[in-house]
């Protein structure tokens, strides 16, 4: 039996091997080739001609650009040292500013903003299309910064000191070259640094593999090594936690996506110590010496265990570990803040968000007080620490608009901002529903339309998913960067016109914690599609909607989530939005940073994992004469995440057979798919008058308000 499975899993690599050598559309993979970009524009040119002529896509795009760039929404910011940093755009500020702002002037709810860098300024004076990406600077003082700056969106971007007390860059100060690079400020003179410097210095995944210390004023091809990790890693990066004067040093290894790998120093970058934490632990901060951990698998330490989804405490200088929190069955903590003198810990309870802040007592206890907010809503956790044991935390749903409460740190809570309704919904309502999945789990989701809409019963419907890396589904009322299922967009584009948005909570995020993750990785993915699929079942059987007025939108993952589906069930579906998405799982891990992804996938050129994979990969099961949908894919040429080969290659296989689809590639705007807030009004427009074509028919027939 043995040899028999061994002769078929040959025989499957050899038959992948061969297809693989003759698609005839690899050549779309050359991102940047005349021939591809002249395929892309012949189809941006015939889909978009045909979705803009549609009477309601104008109104559409004005409303999604009202809610984009309206001046109105909540200016979020993180307080460090006495101010508030925020990261602003808008229909004046397309590329965006970074300014400040006192934190009594913020919490009066009149910020007196000084601008730091005006990006749009910025790359008309270079001639550039600069896109912000990240700034890191050091802490406590937050005077000195490196800022991120990537050509139309990329992720990989170049790196200029900046200097916030004279709010100019550093002339001769540190910079790096175009890269995937990764940093952390050591001292004012000194950083760590993760790039792209020469043969051997990234990994097979596009990241850096080692870590060089760099002087001010030394060049980094002579800066020297101080940790190297494996080729096959995904990357290498460091962390410095400053408290009370100490630099605290970690270097962080992570041999796949999830795993991590904790090397400790104390106050410089001698002397690494591995740490004995699990692989999959991710590090939060350092409070009193203890560096704060959350666990996403059991963890057995000096006779102790340590549950799966807990926080613990790992002192750093005498090596013991004490429990700090502990998630319940039906929680999942989902992020951890670390403020002067304790932790304030957001959590979801059956999906619904909460918070609470955590100290220890003086007999070595950590007791939890969870924070007075609003209920069976998204909560965030906006600022932590900085200096202060003050926090600022949100609270918003799909009907609800985003509030900003300011925390002191006796628990006392200050509502300081709010976001006006961007549509009416006294009349809209939200439900949580459960179906039952292929294997008798029950799935959670969420419901949302006009009470009437939902008695009357099988209405146009769009139901998004993502199901993976850990990332949970959630109700936002408006998030940056805007998305078409955040109740603000949905509300205003579908929801007042008569149709249904559901939101899935599949196996593959972290609704239920790293048990929800881990039960669709690999071997196992199939049964974040068959959540979905149940969802959708569960959606007709109960009268939402029906199979020819059902559509489906995801991203990313959840672009291959909307792959897998189509080829899977392509009757229970009339329309699907596929964006960014991976679609050829035969070749993903050989494309941009897909290497990295193996962790949560498999690894397809390995025989028994590509048996699996070959199961669900759109690309490969692509097929002529399906009741496939007429799909609408998106993508981006400038984004190096996922390759726009994927959806290239995917729509040129379904012309091939016969299909006819819509495409839009943009030029610029890296993963997100566009650059700035205009792009992505007007990307949403596009999805969502799609989605009017197949689920309400043409405009003249189509009701709208």
Request: proline residues 4%; glycine residues 10%.
């Amino acid at each position: 039996m043995r040899r028999i499975m061994i002769a078929v899993l040959a025989g499957l690599s050899a038959a992948a091997a061969q297809a693989e050598e003759k698609d005839p559309f690899l050549w779309l993979e050359d991102i940047e080739s005349e021939r591809a970009l002249d395929w892309a524009r012949a189809q941006n040119a015939r889909t978009l001609a045909e979705l803009e002529s549609d009477p309601r896509f104008e109104p559409m795009y004005a409303e999604a650009l009202s809610i984009l760039t309206s001046k109105e929404r909540i200016p979020y910011g993180q307080i460090h040292n006495g101010a508030v940093y925020n990261f602003w755009q808008d229909d004046a500020h397309v590329r965006g500013l970074w300014r400040r702002a006192s934190v009594e002037s913020y919490r009066a709810g009149a910020p007196k903003w000084e601008t730091l860098i005006d990006f749009d300024a910025l790359a008309e004076a270079e001639r550039r299309n600069w896109i912000a990406g990240s700034i890191v600077c050091l802490s406590p003082e937050y005077a000195h910064c490196m800022v991120e700056l990537s050509d139309g969106g990329k992720d990989a971007g170049y790196w200029r000191e900046f200097n916030t007390q004279t709010k100019s860059f550093v002339d001769g100060g540190f910079a790096l070259p175009e890269a995937k690079s990764n940093l952390a400020w050591l001292d004012a003179d000194t950083l760590i640094v993760g790039t792209d410097h020469g043969a051997d210095s990234l990994t097979a995944s596009g990241y850096a593999r080692t870590l060089v210390r760099l002087e001010r004023g030394a060049d980094l091809s002579g800066a020297p090594a101080i940790f190297e990790g494996e080729a096959t890693d995904v990357s290498v990066s460091a962390s410095v936690e400053h408290e009370g004067g100490t630099a605290h040093v970690f270097i962080v290894r992570a041999p796949s996506f999830f795993e991590r790998e904790y090397h400790y120093a104390r106050g410089g970058t001698n002397g690494f110590a591995k740490l004995p934490l699990p692989p999959n632990a991710d590090l939060a901060g350092v409070l009193d010496g203890r560096a704060i951990f959350s666990l996403r698998e059991e963890w057995s330490h000096q006779g102790a265990n340590y549950p799966q989804g807990s926080v613990v405490a790992y002192d750093l200088e005498t090596g013991g570990a004490e429990r700090v929190f502990a998630a319940a069955a039906n929680q999942s903590v989902e992020d951890v803040e670390i403020g002067e003198t304790g932790l304030v810990i957001q959590y979801l309870e059956d999906v619904a968000g909460k918070a609470a802040r955590v100290a220890r007592t003086r007999k070595g206890e950590w007791k939890a007080k969870e924070i007075d907010l609003p209920e069976n809503g998204v909560v965030a956790i906006v600022s932590a620490g900085g200096g202060t044991d003050d926090a600022m935390v949100s609270f918003e749903s799909l009907t609800v608009p985003d509030s900003l409460y300011y925390v002191d740190a006796k628990n006392r809570i200050e509502k300081i901002a709010e976001t006006p309704a961007f549509y009416d919904a006294t009349d809209v309502v939200v439900e949580q529903r459960f179906a039952t999945s292929a294997d008798g789990t029950k799935v959670p989701y969420f419901v949302m339309a006009k009470d009437a809409v939902l008695k009357q019963g099988n209405a146009p419907t769009v139901q998004y998913g993502y199901g993976g890396f850990l990332a949970a589904t959630l109700p936002y009322y408006y998030q940056d960067p805007g998305r078409p299922q955040h109740g603000a967009l949905a509300g205003r584009m579908w929801v007042s016109r008569g149709g249904v948005l559901v939101l899935s909570n599949i196996r593959g995020g972290s609704e239920y914690g790293p048990r929800w993750h881990q039960a669709a990785l690999k071997e196992n993915r199939q049964r974040a599609y068959d959540d979905f699929i149940a969802i959708s079942e569960h959606l007709v059987e109960t009268g939402v909607t029906s199979p020819e007025k059902l559509g489906a939108v995801g991203r990313s993952n959840g672009g291959l989530l909307m792959g897998a589906i189509m080829t899977q069930r392509p009757d229970l579906y009339a329309a699907l939005d596929i964006g960014v998405p991976l679609f050829d799982m035969k070749r993903y891990n050989k494309l941009l940073a897909g290497a990295s992804w193996m962790g949560e996938y498999g690894n397809p050129d390995i025989p028994e994992e590509w048996a699996y994979i070959s199961q669900y990969s759109p690309y490969q099961n692509l097929k002529a004469g399906e009741p496939y949908p007429k799909v609408f894919f998106y993508t981006s040429t400038k984004d190096d995440r996922v390759h726009p080969g994927h959806a290239r290659k995917a729509a040129a296989k379904l012309a091939d057979l016969g299909y006819d689809f819509y495409y839009y590639e943009n030029i610029e705007g890296g993963h997100g798919g566009a650059a700035n807030q205009d792009q992505l009004a007007y990307r949403t427009a596009l999805e969502y008058v799609y989605f009017a074509k197949m689920l309400m028919g043409e405009a003249e027939t189509a009701g709208t308000e």
